[in-house]
């Protein structure tokens, strides 16, 4: 052989070599959930049945992978510590050790990040949480007031396969517009995008990361709730954090309880995937990404698995037996008989039983003249039979408290224009009482359909927009008085802005709502009804205030028993 051939064949070989050494590959599988409401057994301990999703259902899914592949990360998104009698129990009745720590460690979670409804807990349940996870809570623009430095983690770096992966957290800043101060003290939720900026900016200087996780409890559709894209922290903004801060990789989000797997483009025109998981562990993101040495960044390959039919975990199951059993008891145990069936749905259509429990609690407790009240749920049949801790849950969802504020007559009217105007339209135009969308679904959020009780009035459908509601008289008969001030109870989510009504239903800013604060009871609504519930003795009564109906009567009753069937 010739040198010019031995150098020909040398040649080749290294032109192989760089070849294999070019197309060489790293990849870290990223698997991630969002909103889990405190789904963690499968088991239902609201309607005591057994489900095909929860937490047990992830473990199951993440052994699988980490049984298969190396470089695994595992992140959560937020909105853990509400939703059932699961964390319910743990976050106020047994408040040693809690569950959730216990669950994420042993699922070996790389971090988390904190949610609007973690946040809603108080600073007592979620600052012992921080202190029991052997991993990161992130949240980079909640900011400790005090010295102006973040009041959770702001970011994490993840070591996998030689690979730096930063992974920066951040929470909807809207949270002061739900929640009272009390909850969140000491802390300023900051503008995501700006936020996002920053502490890119610092990342990319002093960890020089070889790629960049958004994990974002925030959800896709900046313009929700009258909001725009421009507008200072906004509450939704993942999208905008995606499309405007530079450096992204993938964005993991949720808050809206929504399925997304988009690629969107970052301001360099570079994709950026943007994954969304939705709710309840009944999903889990799954997420490849792929280094070669020859691409400055990552290839992203993204999808959203249904867990339903994934087996829970036995060795989880087996792991958390004694907790499992403990909220069975406590969720099982009796408060009293309800001596008839009751249904949540009836709600949308006239003074409902399912209603007056919660308004009967406002009342009472705030000593208030009015209270407005949302269905939290509209798919729940209370049946005649015992009512049990868990059945509370079905009623009332979430640890709201009561705020009662001075409103006037007129602005109690247009309060209640507002709120109908939600969810009614005109039965001429549309064949239909209920706004609904191109699927026959209700086109806006129920727990937002607030109906009034301590007066009596009627909402006439065909009427314009703005003078559908008629207020007769007080619940007792006496005059109403648009010109008076009445004391009017709301749920602490209203009187901080959920859903606007206060803002955009009436016009008020939020120095003047303060202002006309009168008082806030510092108990969790459901606690409050299962507490006038234990007093009745065994034998449950729900009153019947009958004090509002849709008319004419005779007109209203054919779209009425239509929209019923359609749900």
Known sequence: MTMTRKNALYA?????????????????????TTDTHGSLFPYDFIKGKDISYSLANVATYVEGVRDTVDNVILLDAGDILQGTPSVYYYNYISTDSHIIPAMYNFIKYDAVCIGNHDIETGHAVYDKIVEQMHIPVLGCNAVNKANGEPYFTPY??????GKRIAVIGLVTPYIPNWLPEFYWSGIEFKDMIESAQYWMEYIKKNERP???????????????????????????ASLLVAERVEGFDVVLIGHDHKIYNKNVKSPSGLEVAIC??????????????????????????????????TKPSEQFSKQFEKQFNAVKSYSNKSIGYLAEEIHALDCLFGSCKFSNIVHASM??????????????????????????????FSIYKYENMISVISLSGKEVKDYLEYSYDSWVSNPDETGHILKLDKKNRLASRYYNFDSAAGIKYTVN??????????????????????????????????YNGGGGHLLYGIGLDKATIQSRNIRNILSDLRGLVVKDFSEMGGNITIPDFDNWSFVPESKVEFFINNDKELF
């Open 276 to 309: 969304d998981a939705g709710t309840g562990s009944r999903y889990i993101g799954d997420i490849i990404m792929t280094f070669k040495d020859n691409d400055s960044r990552p290839a992203i390959s993204a999808k959203v698995v249904s867990l339903s039919e």
């Open 461 to 494: 459908p065909f009427k314009p927009k703005g003078k559908r509601i008629e207020i007769i008289s007080m619940q007792d008969g006496t005059p109403f008085d648009m010109s008076k001030s009445y004391s009017v109870a709301m749920t602490s989510y209203r």
């Open 156 to 161: 994490t770096i993840l070591e996998r396969g």
């Open 363 to 392: 009342l009472k407790h705030s000593g208030a003249d009015i209270s407005f009240a949302a269905p939290l749920l509209i798919d729940v049949n209370l049946n005649k039979d015992s009512l049990t801790i868990g059945n509370m």
């Open 210 to 236: 070889d790629a960049v996780i958004g994990l974002f409890h925030s959800g896709y559709d900046y313009s929700y709730d009258h909001q725009a894209a421009d507008d200072k922290c906004n509450e939704n």
């Open 12 to 32: 080749t070989l290294i032109i192989n070599l760089l070849c294999c050494i070019d197309t060489f590959s790293q990849s870290i599988h990223i698997l991630y």
